[in-house]
């Protein structure tokens, strides 16, 4: 079948975006074609796939895959991508076109998306309402033989212990304070990935304090290895640099692909995530 799709990104956080109502593709057939098609060398070449389907309980529905042909409940970066596809391709309804607004759903939750227009008419950035992070230990998920939150905690990975604390922002995240440029990402974050710790894997974060507003972050995902930058994982980010003390509530994150801004609302305890949302190419495939 001939698939059409569009290329794009959020700081380097790169998906193919499918609308699903002109994709005929049976749920039985998208870990494979998620796969190919996700390959740098011999297909289009993505961190995976999202397929924006319509939706029950929301404006649209997000339905994503990583690269690895697994399901995935929430991307960041992806979200915002999706909002800028549907206003830029006119899917949107009169209401949300005139208030610039979209509610967007991912494994039954929903976020709400506020876009910023440029003067060409298209999405430029996006601000995304992530709601409250999730800290219970049983509901990140992280093995923990307490229920309170699991911060600062020890953890033995390929020998050597490290300090993380877990956030879930609709997917899991093990915030690690060590040097990301140092820590050697490609060896220890496969490690972290699938330790025992997390039954249902882990995205992990490798931080590094610039100053009370400005962190640096490398992130290693669940299903993906390094990307240029994770939403999620920014949020993560954020809330467990204030539970460990070290920034304020509204941080610039400085990624490999870009710069992501969180702020976590004292007041509704909402993490808000802002930042770009780019159309790379358009094209379709035969698979």
Known sequence: MNIRFDKMEGCGNDYIYIDGSQCMLS???????????????FGIGSDGVIFINSSEIADFEMEMWNSDGTRAEMCGNG???????????KMVSDECAASHEVDIESMGKIKHIKVTLGDDGMVKLAE????????????????????EP?????????G???????????NPHAVVFEDPDTVG????????????????????????????CNVRMRVWERGAGETL???TGCCAT???????????????????????????????????????ATTVFEGNIEY
């Open 27 to 41: 749920s039985d057939a998208k870990p494979d074609f998620v796969r190919k098609v996700s390959d740098r060398h």
């Open 160 to 170: 050597k212990e490290y300090r993380m604390t877990c956030v879930s922002m609709g």
């Open 128 to 147: 995304v309402d992530m709601g409250e992070p999730i800290l219970e230990p049983s509901l990140v998920p992280v093995n923990s033989s307490s229920s």
């Open 229 to 231: 930058a994770c939403g």
């Open 79 to 89: 979200i915002r991508c999706v909002a800028k596809f549907v206003f830029d391709h």
């Open 238 to 276: 954020v809330v467990a640099c204030v539970l460990n003390g070290k920034t304020s509530r509204a941080i610039d994150v400085h990624l490999l692909g870009g710069i992501v801004n969180v702020r976590w609302d004292e007041d509704t305890n909402h993490v808000i995530m802002t930042g770009p």
């Open 150 to 158: 699991v911060i600062n905690a020890p953890i033995v990975v390929d």
């Open 185 to 212: 990402l490609h060896e220890v974050g496969p490690k972290f990935e699938n330790h025992e710790c997390f039954p249902k894997r882990t995205n992990t974060e490798f931080v590094r304090v610039i100053d009370e």
